[in-house]
């Protein structure tokens, strides 16, 4: 997703038709190179038309790689969107979950890679998370990058970027949400805590420093994931989807019975 002054480029076929899927913001058109086959592109043509969104046939690669940076791949395919300035916002957030016994978020403490970013805000949809607060400063902008590596997802879950990371915490736990802060020295093993009956936010940090000390302290438990001794730790991304699939594994098991 790159943006111009009255609008935003998705590119890739699976990220543009999850943003048609979204309809989380107005759209200007597509773009699709004319030798493009495939189901993806008959379905990206078919959502396009349920959204009244005008589809340009081109000839020329050319005309859709002018909309990229270096590196990027469009697949055969670019939509032209409207801006859309905040993804969410915290209080929006905090207003889903509060009360809310199954609620969940996820806090990402200066997740600075694009990619781990995008695959984070990917496996935050895959669980049902309520919603994803990232700190602003040191950490990836919600950009074309996060959006390719969330697969398109990012129209698809509330994201809130914030300046007062540590406050918005606190904010949050007065409101009866418990964090859980993943790390490799956490006092307690990931399966040893208790997710039932009450909002939880997972808490997530860099990918060379971790989640930071201030941030760890204001955590109600720390938690680790039990490895095999030959394995140092998990990407962060890995790391958030074992640590949100237990919260709602436990969830699931007590509802079963």
Known sequence: MKKTEHYQVFFGRHPVAEALRARKRGFKRVLIYRKSRGEIIDEIISLAKKAGVPVDWVDNKSILE???????????????????????????????????????????????????????????????????????????????????????????IEIAQVNNFTEVIRQFQKKGVWLMGLAAEGSKSLWEVDFRGAPWAVVVGSEGQGIRR????????????????????????????????????????????
């Open 214 to 257: 201030v941030i760890r302290d204001l955590c109600d438990v720390t938690a680790c994931i039990p490895m095999a001794r030959e394995v140092d730790s998990l990407n962060v991304s890995v790391a958030c989807g074992v640590g949100l699939y237990e919260i709602v594994r436990q969830r699931r098991s007590a509802l079963s019975g």
């Open 66 to 156: 002018r909309w990229l940076k270096p590196g990027e791949a469009h697949q055969g395919v670019v939509l032209l969107a409207g801006v859309r300035e905040q993804a969410g916002s915290w209080k929006s957030i905090l207003n889903k979950v509060t009360g809310k016994k199954e609620g969940l978020v996820v806090f990402g403490d200066r997740i600075a890679d694009p990619g781990n970013l995008g695959a984070i805000v990917r496996v935050a949809c895959a669980f049902g998370a309520d919603g994803l607060v990232i700190s602003k400063a040191r950490s990836a902008p919600l950009d074309s990058r996060v959006l390719k590596a969330s697969v398109g997802l990012m129209d698809w």
